[in-house]
């Protein structure tokens, strides 16, 4: 039986997703530290319009790094690689409702399916690390929280509702820091939607995340929010988009993409 | 009878809008300094799906700043403005082919047409001047030269061909300073897509653009090249997208966007 590397911060892409094709189910946060990390969006051709005009109008939370042909199983993002079964982990949801937790989405692919690939912030976390810029969630073994924000999307056609964020608790005196780093990585989301306030952005409680695990600050951190690829899979499942499949919060796509460039 | 000022590169971009509005036929090169200027490009709903697409994959000579729904006559980026009337001049292409230069489209406007707006390079000429980079075109009272390149565009749907590019003739000492200013002006086409060498691009002979005026150099000037919006419209004709709508080359739409917001 292979081995898992210990540190997979340092396994190439391919490698890893060989790993996850093979059926290891992970989160990539802190894998293939440098590369790109997307989410997967896997919709039908009828709505594609919709999504990519909606991914126009909201960049921060949507910046689309490849559109697939329908039915097309690979993107020019990692030519070697498999959509349907090179992420460890997908979600399957009809008409807007999770149906199924699968690694590998082969049996369910549909010809009409267009896949979108969207930066992930998980991508610039290597590059804040260099920068001298902690990590609290990975410090303490969880994964970054996503919060449902008050701040709406612009819609397009079908789609519409609240920007999800993600967070991270920066020392004050690295947030300037960090607005450098991330502004550099424009690929995947960029400089970040909101310093400082949760409240501005209707967030009641840190501690409850919607997604992910809540993350303890240490004394004068300050909560920095990014827009997360998570608001355009909302929208479409607002929407009740008959057929959807997203990788499973925080399980992404790892492509060839080196991570800065933006 | 009200008089155009002699400096248009101070008139906010609302009452530059009027005079076009009024009649008045001009290139926008120079005017409203400081904002944004964007290429129009009317098509039929059933043309946007490619269109849209064929942006996301060709960012650099397509920055989409905004994409209307079907019919509509305003955007975003300039609530006040109407789209068929306030450009200094549009063209109007059927099946791929010129059939008329108007200054006024309401006549032909259709309630299935989708505009996209899109950065043009006009809009970072301020911000070069203001960093020393002097502009030969302007020296020499000259549109920008547009040169069809070898670079083919990544196609999408009915959609392909050759990148357009802008050049600008800019002294060697102040390359690295053009290119760091256009950088911060990615909803503009940002950077240089090449630099130095019109033969690798395919271009036999500067003093022949396909666009625009020839441009005299000064010595130990360099051929600094934009991807140009007009890469999207030699696409649609090229694919004889039924009706088309776009501005004459030179003669932008002015928005409400400073220019340096990238």
Redesign the interface.
């Known amino acids: 039986v292979r081995q898992l590397p210990a540190e997979t911060a340092t396994l190439p892409p391919a490698e890893a997703r060989e790993w996850f094709r093979a059926g290891l189910v992970s989160s990539t946060d802190g894998w293939a530290a440098g590369w790109t990390q997307a989410n997967l969006l896997a919709i039908p051709r009828d709505w594609?319009?919709d999504l990519?005009?909606y991914?126009?109008?909201n960049p921060g939370a949507c910046p689309?790094l490849d559109?697939t042909e329908p039915g097309a199983t690979t993107t020019v993002l990692a030519p070697a690689a498999d959509l349907r079964t090179d992420l460890p982990a997908y979600r399957l949801f009809r008409d807007g409702e999770l149906v199924a937790e699968l690694t590998d989405v082969s049996a369910v692919w549909r010809e009409d399916l267009v896949t979108f690939l969207i930066g992930c912030s998980l991508s610039f976390e290597a590059a804040l690390a260099a920068a001298g810029v902690p990590l609290r969630h990975r410090q303490q073994g969880r994964q970054v929280p996503l919060y449902r924000t008050a701040v709406q999307s612009r819609p397009a056609g079908r789609l519409a509702g609240p920007v999800v964020a993600s967070m991270r608790w920066i020392p004050a005196e690295r947030v300037a820091t960090a607005v450098e780093v991330t502004s550099a990585h424009?690929a995947t989301h960029g400089p970040p939607m909101h310093i400082g306030s949760p409240a501005a952005l209707g967030i009641a409680d840190l501690a409850r995340p919607d997604d992910g695990d809540p993350v303890q600050p240490a004394e004068h951190d300050v909560p920095v929010f990014w827009a997360c690829g998570v608001t355009p899979l909302a929208a479409v499942r607002a929407a009740r988009a008959p057929l959807v499949i997203a990788q499973k919060v925080g399980h992404m796509f790892l492509t060839d993409l080196p991570a800065a460039t933006a």
């Open positions: 594609a319009y990519l005009l991914a126009q109008r689309v559109v424009r």
